[in-house]
């Protein structure tokens, strides 16, 4: 991604007074959550350009706050998604245009695979992705979380809030919209 190169250059500005441990600490939360942050992002708002944006917006506010000495974040998973739902919704809020772009595939086949399973697996996540793009937002988050970002329920709970059965209920509830939307 391209925006690491903006996150070394905050984080090793020289007008920037922080102690060497507390950047490489940072830098080690960016490298675990960067891929997690924008792949959530990117299935929010299905442009490679903006996502790349949004998560790089994530991470700045984040080392804002992780480097006040007032500020003290308990949980950084959980932090962290939530500046990611924040941000996306001032994306929907303040955005004019909505950006298509036909050339942008999520790359996720192994080369390996026929072109004919190829194709199949691209028709079958284009199919999921519309599903999920057509589901209430909480559905959407609950889902990214669950199985593309193999969060545990608990884990989840803290993010949003709500109890581990809550969640539990509410994963259900996904997974069934789901299979509604992409149903033939």
């Known amino acids: 991604m391209k925006k690491t190169r903006t996150l070394q250059f905050v984080l090793l500005c020289p007008n920037i007074s922080m102690t060497d441990e507390l950047q490489n600490n940072f830098s080690k939360i960016y490298d675990q959550y960067v891929t997690k942050i924008y792949r959530f992002i990117y299935l929010k708002v299905s442009s490679q350009e903006i996502a790349e944006d949004l998560s790089s917006e994530v991470f ?9 000495e007032s500020a003290k974040i308990e949980n950084i998973q959980a932090y962290l998604y939530q500046v990611a739902r924040n941000i996306v919704a001032d994306h929907y809020r303040t955005r004019k245009v909505r950006i298509v772009s036909v050339e942008e595939t999520v790359d996720i086949i192994d080369s390996t695979d026929s072109l004919q399973d190829q194709a199949m697996l691209n028709l079958e996540m284009d199919r999921i992705q519309k599903a999920l ?5 909480d559905y959407q988050n609950l889902i990214i ?9 608990p884990e989840i709970a803290q993010i ?3 109890t581990e059965e809550n969640v539990r209920v509410g994963i259900h509830r996904a997974l069934q919209a789901l299979k509604e939307k992409v149903a033939p």
């Open 145 to 153: 979380w669950r199985y593309l970002d193999e969060l545990s329920v």
């Open 133 to 137: 793009a057509t589901m209430q937002d």
């Open 60 to 68: 700045m506010r984040t080392w804002e706050r992780y480097r006040s």
């Open 160 to 162: 949003t809030g709500k």
